[in-house]
């Protein structure tokens, strides 16, 4: 089960406002960079990303109607900021993943409490394959 609306709403407003000014430097971190598809404003979403070649994942804490991840897959992909980098990311899919095999084991013991197991996976684009972050 994701974490409440509630939560969602209180960190857009506040937790995430910090978030942005770091989240694209910190290793662990991106700032999912998106168009809204109604308005076409672009959003910045600072996110926890885990990297396996040319696939990077996200947790979808508050699932995956949210709607940074709606705006990413009806866009078929989104810019992410990690380390000081920018990779364009494509092919986004939602995955339902119990084992949680995408994120390290402290990580997935922490999903497993907060009962998270869907996942956004996006593959990196061949320019940007080299770069960006790592687990």
């Known amino acids: 089960m994701p ?11 506040a937790t ?65 900021v990690c380390g000081g980098t920018r990779l364009t990311l494509r092919e986004p899919r939602v995955v339902h993943d119990e084992k949680r095999r995408a994120v390290p084991a402290p990580v997935r013991l922490v999903l497993r409490i907060l009962g998270v197991a869907d996942f956004l996976e996006l593959t990196v684009n061949s320019r940007d394959a080299g770069r960006g972050t790592s687990r």
């Open 3 to 13: 974490l409440p609306k509630g939560l969602a709403r209180f960190n857009r407003v």
């Open 16 to 80: 995430n406002r910090v978030g942005r000014l770091v989240a694209g430097r910190l290793p662990g971190f991106a700032l999912i960079e998106h168009a809204g598809r109604r308005s076409g404003r672009t959003y910045r979403t600072p996110v926890s990303v885990f990297r396996s070649d040319d696939t990077v994942t996200v947790a979808l804490t508050y699932g995956p109607s949210a709607e940074w991840v709606r705006n990413v897959i009806a866009a078929g992909g989104c810019v992410a």
